[in-house]
């Protein structure tokens, strides 16, 4: 069944969740009336309004400048919001009462470090934690397991396929076993079949770390094809025009890729998505990001 829910001002209480966690009450992550005004006077964000809730899979879908990244960083807290509240009613708070931030976060380039191996790759942000390397092994090599890695531990990254070293990077951004796992367009530089292959590899890693993901695309196919939500912005300035559930449960497989309820989740999107940027929705829009990759 498709929901979709336009104009949203807070976001629907009824949001779903992936089918391995009750829903919770409080959200781990509240934003009301965020803005985002850079120091040049752009206008980034404007209004956001967002639940992030323990479990889910949410997509930040948009076109390129709808601030996407920019929120995501907000939610990180690697840039001060400019208006609003960006609450973590769950967390818990440091000596100086800043709310204690559970995540991990993976960027559009791996960026691993090329003279050290997959294993102290992913041991890095525990090093940075003053934490020795004896007493984590096992859960670095767990870790790596989770990815499909474990064999590679003692590899270079110069060894690994762009995929692998995807993988390493979500590695490294899981194995401080986050709450919340901030992805900014991970696969968009990959080619088309390894970006198939780590959309389900990322399904099955989000089930078994039970972890909320907020995933930055502008591909309408992989935000159905990944999410159990999907927020949809429009930019200048950047905004949220609406959100939509997608209820397929999980494990979803290709097969999924194929069916009438896919097909019917990514039309609405990109009517939505049209809808904000020309008023419209022109019937051309799926055909022409198919040929566009
Ligand atoms: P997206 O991730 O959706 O492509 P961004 O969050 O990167 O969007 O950018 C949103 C808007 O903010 C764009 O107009 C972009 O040019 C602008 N912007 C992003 N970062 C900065 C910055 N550091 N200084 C000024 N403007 C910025």
Same mark, same amino acid.
């Given at each position: 069944?498709?929901?979709?829910?336009?104009?949203?001002?807070?976001?629907?209480?009824?949001?779903?969740?992936?089918?391995?966690?009750? *829903?919770?009450?409080?959200?781990?992550?509240?934003?009301?009336?965020?803005?985002?005004?850079?120091?040049?006077?752009?206008? *980034?964000?404007?209004?956001?309004?967002?639940?992030?809730?323990?479990?889910?899979?949410?997509?930040?879908?948009?076109?390129?400048?709808?601030?996407?990244?920019?929120?995501?960083?907000?939610?990180?807290?690697?840039?001060?919001?400019?208006?609003?509240?960006?609450?973590?009613?769950?967390?818990?708070?440091?000596?100086?009462?800043?709310?204690?931030?559970?995540?991990?976060?993976?960027?559009?380039?791996?960026?691993?470090?090329?003279?050290?191996?997959?294993?102290?790759?992913?041991?890095?942000?525990?090093?940075?934690?003053?934490?020795?390397?004896?007493?984590?092994?096992?859960?670095?090599?767990?870790?790596?397991?989770?990815v499909g890695l474990l064999a590679f531990a003692n590899s270079h990254?110069?060894?690994?396929?762009?995929?692998?070293?995807?993988?390493?990077?979500?590695?490294?951004?899981?194995?401080?076993?986050?709450?919340?796992?901030?992805?900014?367009?991970?696969?968009?530089?990959?080619?088309?079949?390894?970006?198939?292959?780590?959309?389900?590899?990322?399904?099955?890693?989000?089930?078994?770390?039970?972890?909320?993901?907020?995933?930055?695309?502008?591909?309408?196919?992989?935000?159905?094809?990944?999410?159990?939500?999907?927020?949809?912005?429009? *930019?200048?300035?950047?905004?949220?025009?609406?959100?939509?559930?997608?209820?397929?449960?999980?494990?979803?497989?290709?097969?999924?890729?194929?069916?009438?309820?896919?097909?019917?989740?990514?039309?609405?999107?990109?009517?939505?998505?049209?809808?904000?940027?020309?008023?419209?929705?022109?019937?051309?829009?799926?055909?022409?990001?198919?040929?566009?990759?």
């Amino acid at each position: 069944m498709i929901s979709v829910v336009p104009n949203v001002a807070a976001v629907s209480t009824a949001a779903p969740h992936a089918p391995h966690a009750p *829903a919770s009450t409080k959200p781990l992550v509240r934003l009301r009336g965020v803005d985002k005004v850079y120091a040049n006077g752009t206008l *980034a964000v404007q209004n956001l309004n967002l639940d992030i809730r323990a479990n889910e899979f949410i997509s930040l879908l948009g076109p390129s400048g709808c601030g996407k990244s920019t929120a995501l960083r907000m939610i990180a807290g690697l840039g001060e919001h400019s208006r609003g509240e960006i609450d973590w009613p769950t967390a818990r708070y440091d000596a100086r009462g800043r709310p204690i931030r559970e995540i991990g976060f993976v960027f559009q380039e791996p960026t691993l470090m090329p003279w050290a191996t997959v294993f102290d790759n992913v041991y890095l942000p525990l090093m940075l934690k003053d934490i020795p390397r004896a007493e984590v092994v096992d859960r670095v090599n767990n870790t790596l397991d989770m990815v499909g890695l474990l064999a590679f531990a003692n590899s270079h990254p110069r060894e690994l396929s762009g995929g692998m070293k995807m993988r390493v990077s979500i590695a490294r951004a899981l194995v401080t076993q986050p709450k919340l796992l901030l992805m900014d367009e991970p696969f968009a530089a990959l080619d088309e079949i390894t970006r198939s292959k780590l959309n389900n590899d990322l399904l099955d890693i989000w089930q078994r770390a039970q972890c909320t993901v907020v995933f930055v695309t502008h591909s309408i196919y992989e935000s159905v094809y990944l999410s159990n939500r999907i927020v949809v912005l429009a *930019a200048r300035p950047g905004r949220m025009i609406g959100e939509l559930a997608v209820d397929t449960p999980y494990p979803r497989t290709n097969d999924f890729r194929l069916t009438p309820e896919y097909i019917a989740h990514c039309r609405a999107v990109s009517d939505m998505l049209d809808l904000a940027m020309h008023g419209a929705a022109p019937a051309s829009t799926l055909a022409s990001e198919h040929s566009h990759g």
